[in-house]
């Protein structure tokens, strides 16, 4: 754990799934204290005519959109830290992905330890 999925509105683009890959395991080993050899990332494209802001396509506009989901063991990060982690991913994605448009979300699930399993 954790296991992070990043949706990106847009074309595919390999060179910008491996940045984002690399900044969220960088970002989530840092600040969250997670060791990267468990760390799991999926990076997904959704054709900017298939994302919606206020019932509008996205492809109307210059700006990218995202989510990030990361998954985490419950109990093992403080407020503060998750709070600073939340801040570091909106900048990261600001940084890679140029013009926003916002509404963003980043979903940070804290997940019973008995009710996962990973190997």
Request: charged share 20%; proline share 3%.
């Amino acid at each position: 754990m954790p296991f992070l999925h990043i949706q990106i509105s847009g074309a595919r683009d390999a060179a910008l799934a491996e940045a984002v890959a690399q900044r969220a395991v960088e970002i989530t080993a840092r600040l969250l204290g997670k060791q990267p050899e468990h760390t799991a990332v999926a990076v997904d494209f959704v054709d900017a005519s298939l994302w919606f802001i206020a019932g509008r396509p996205l492809r109307e506009s210059r700006a990218r959109s995202f989510h990030w989901s990361v998954s985490i063991t419950d109990e093992t990060n403080t407020k503060a830290e998750k709070a600073a982690y939340l801040d570091a991913v909106h900048h990261t994605m600001h940084e890679l992905l140029g013009e926003v448009a916002e509404p963003v979300y980043v979903h940070l699930a804290d997940l019973r330890a008995s009710a996962y399993g990973f190997g």
